[in-house]
Structure formats: structure tokens, C-alpha cells
């Protein structure tokens, strides 16, 4: 069975750094064709697709967050990091991380199963 | 603005279908067969119902159906039942440069 959940601080001033851990089971970051990406989602709005990281250090950004964003694996500790720099109101959201897998020899962008889920409130 | 269109929202009677479209380009939807399909209840995470277009997980009711044209891809809920009240967001694959794009979620009520 796969579980991952999300772990981070769940207020940060405008301006400052967010780090956010993806702790994960059932699964390793080793195994060939796996991934995890993340996922946000402001209060009453709709998801929007951060970054992704593949078992070969493969990483993928969002375009209009790129230059803020950088994910990291840790294979031993089985835990997935983001990044976020420069936080501001409007990066309050509900952050998901979330199991990703290529399907055959290519990436399928499906991801199953989520986290729970870590509120982040951007706020002086 | 979301790069897929959805309805904002859909209702239907318990026992009949629905069908929620998920409007995209020939930069995405389009393009690739990798368009994915989430049930999300308030407060709970999302949920994969379809995934590359018309598969279903493990799982998940075969009245949970997907389907494209073009490119527009849709989502059909037959034999509605009232736990299947949620928002439901479609996904696709946008290429290299792009990368992964969300539909706008779609409010389902079953009345």
C-alpha cells in the first residue's frame, strides 16, 4: 500500500522560504519508472500542477513557477522536497504531494495515490 | 484562468448519467493520450478516477467512464449515486515546455 503525507510549516512571512517534506511508503524513489510530484490548491480554487521527480533525478517545473521551485529527492529517507523562494498571500494553499509512475517506456502525468494535504498560510 | 475548460458545474437525479467535457488545444489534450481524471470531496484529497484517457484504476466503479475527441476530453458518470457529489478536475499532459496542466474543477450535484 502507498501512503505519503506532508510536512512543513503552516505559516510563513511574505518574502521567506518555504521548504515542504514529502514522506512516502510502499514504494522507492530506486525503483526504475517511479516518481512524486506536487500538487497545490488555493482555498475554494482549483489545483495546479508545482513539480515532479523521477527515479533517475529526472525533475520537471511548472513554467510560471520555475524560477521559484526546486525539488530534491532523498532516496534513503524516502522523502521528496520542495522548495518554494519569495512567498507571498498568494501562494496560501493546500500543498499535496502524490505517487506518479511512467506507463511503459514514457511518463503518464497520472498521479495516484495523494497525500493528505498540508495547509500553507502566507501571512505577516 | 485554468489552461482546460470545465463546466463550473453539473447536476443530475440519482440513477441517471452525466458528462463533464474538459476542453483543451491541440498543444495538450489534443496531442497526447494523457488526460486524467480526479474526484476531490471538501476537505479530502483528490482522488484518481480515470487515468490515460478512458482506463480506470483498480477500484474505481466502472460507471466512472473517460473519453476524448479532438480536443476535448470528457468524463461520463452513469447510475448516479449521491456519495458521487464532489468536484472533479480533468489533467492533461501540455509537452516538454508546458509540462502538466489542470481543468478549472467541476461542481457535481446530484439532486
Known amino acids: 500500500q502507498i501512503t505519503l503525507k506532508e510536512s512543513g510549516p503552516t505559516l510563513v512571512k511574505p518574502t521567506q522560504t518555504l521548504t515542504l517534506t514529502c514522506t512516502f511508503s510502499?514504494?522507492?524513489?530506486?525503483?526504475?519508472?517511479?516518481?512524486v510530484g506536487w500538487i497545490r490548491q488555493p482555498p475554494g480554487k482549483a489545483l495546479e500542477w508545482l513539480a515532479l521527480i523521477y527515479w533517475d533525478d529526472d525533475k520537471r517545473y511548472s513554467p510560471s513557477l520555475k524560477r521559484r521551485l526546486t525539488i530534491t529527492k532523498d532516496t534513503s529517507k524516502t522523502q521528496v522536497v520542495l522548495t518554494m523562494t519569495n512567498m507571498d498571500p498568494v501562494d496560501t494553499a493546500t500543498y499535496y504531494c502524490?505517487?506518479?509512475?511512467?506507463?511503459?517506456?514514457?511518463?503518464?502525468?497520472?498521479?495516484?495515490?495523494w497525500g493528505q494535504g498540508t495547509l500553507v498560510t502566507v501571512s505577516s | 484562468q485554468s489552461a482546460l475548460t470545465q463546466p463550473a458545474s453539473v447536476s443530475g437525479s440519482p440513477g441517471q448519467s452525466i458528462t463533464i467535457s474538459c476542453t483543451g488545444t491541440?498543444?495538450?489534450?489534443?496531442?497526447?493520450?494523457?488526460v486524467s481524471w480526479y474526484q476531490q470531496h471538501p476537505g479530502k484529497a483528490p482522488k484518481l478516477m480515470v487515468y490515460e484517457g478512458s482506463k480506470r484504476p483498480s477500484g474505481v466503479s466502472n460507471r466512472f467512464s473517460g473519453s476524448k475527441s479532438g480536443n476535448t476530453a470528457s468524463l461520463t458518470i452513469s447510475g448516479l449515486q449521491a456519495e458521487d457529489a464532489a468536484d472533479y478536475y480533468c489533467l492533461s499532459y501540455s509537452g516538454s515546455s508546458t509540462g502538466v496542466v489542470f481543468g478549472g474543477g467541476t461542481k457535481l450535484t446530484v439532486l
Open positions: 510502499g514504494f522507492s524513489l530506486s525503483t526504475s519508472g517511479l516518481g
Open positions: 491541440s498543444s495538450d489534450v489534443g496531442s497526447y493520450n494523457l
Open positions: 502524490a505517487h506518479t509512475s511512467w506507463c511503459g517506456s514514457t511518463s503518464c502525468y497520472t498521479f495516484d495515490p
